[in-house]
T-cell receptor, first 114, second 114 residues
Framework: DSGVTQTPKHLITATGQRVTLRCSPR?????VYWYQQSLDQGLQFLIQ???????AKGNILERFSAQQFPDLHSELNLSSLELGDSALYFC?????????????FGDGTRLSIL | GDSVTQMEGPVTLSEEAFLTINCTYT??????LFWYVQYPGEGLQLLLK?????DKGSNKGFEATYRKETTSFHLEKGSVQVSDSAVYFC?????????????FGTGTKLQVIP
């Protein structure tokens, strides 16, 4: 058990809809990262937050947004969903914003767009 | 920019065979290097890490040595088991613009047959 909790585990919705994925980091971890994992593109970094502030953006679409709340949990919002958004979405956390620290991953949310 | 290149999979081995999964990297700074493992239906788990040149990371019989001269971090195990079947990701972590940036390889699927 990594200590990172993601909900829901599975999400099935239709094109054009909007969903919110939730992540609770490990106790004491200040950094949260979001990744998208699809079969054809591997693990893609989306966005990072550190103690409530956005730190870095990766390959995140404009239809996607995220935030980290004062209690350090994070939400990833996906809107105007397209078939290609079907993927596993992982959240990871680390103690601090340091290259020395590994990331701890949740079990992911599997998003299926019908 | 930073990049990580892993050998293509799947890699299929018989139980007790020797495993090598190649990983090479390019980085502008002095990165830390990691191997993560993903079992079916789960998130990525840290397997081992090395934070400076010539460091050897080891865990559960797996080893990898940070070779700066060849920019490599190859994963090895002397005798694989069926339970080692998983996808293995090489990753580097670097400080860029004041924040941690993590770059993952595309993953190598390992199948161990009895």
């Amino acid at each position: 058990d990594s200590g990172v909790t993601q909900t829901p585990k599975h999400l099935i919705t239709a094109t054009g809809q909007r969903v919110t994925l939730r992540c609770s980091p490990r106790s004491g971890d200040l950094s949260v990262y979001w990744y998208q994992q699809s079969l054809d593109q591997g693990l893609q970094f989306l966005i990072q937050y550190y103690n409530g502030e956005e730190r870095a953006k990766g390959n995140i679409l404009e239809r996607f947004s995220a935030q980290q709340f004062p209690d350090l949990h994070s939400e990833l919002n996906l809107s105007s969903l397209e078939l290609g958004d079907s993927a596993l979405y992982f959240c990871a956390s680390s103690v601090e914003d340091s290259s020395l620290q590994p990331q701890h991953f949740g079990d992911g949310t599997r998003l299926s767009i019908l | 920019g930073d990049s990580v290149t892993q050998m293509e999979g799947p890699v299929t081995l018989s139980e007790e065979a020797f495993l090598t999964i190649n990983c090479t990297y390019t980085a502008t700074g002095y990165p830390s290097l990691f191997w993560y493992v993903q079992y079916p239906g789960e998130g990525l788990q840290l397997l081992l890490k090395a934070t400076k040149a010539d460091d050897k990371g080891s865990n559960k019989g797996f080893e990898a040595t940070y070779r700066k001269e060849t920019t490599s971090f190859h994963l090895e195990k002397g005798s694989v088991q069926v339970s080692d079947s998983a996808v293995y990701f090489c990753a580097l972590s670097d400080q860029s613009g004041g924040y941690q940036k993590v770059t993952f390889g595309t993953g190598t699927k390992l199948q161990v047959i009895p």
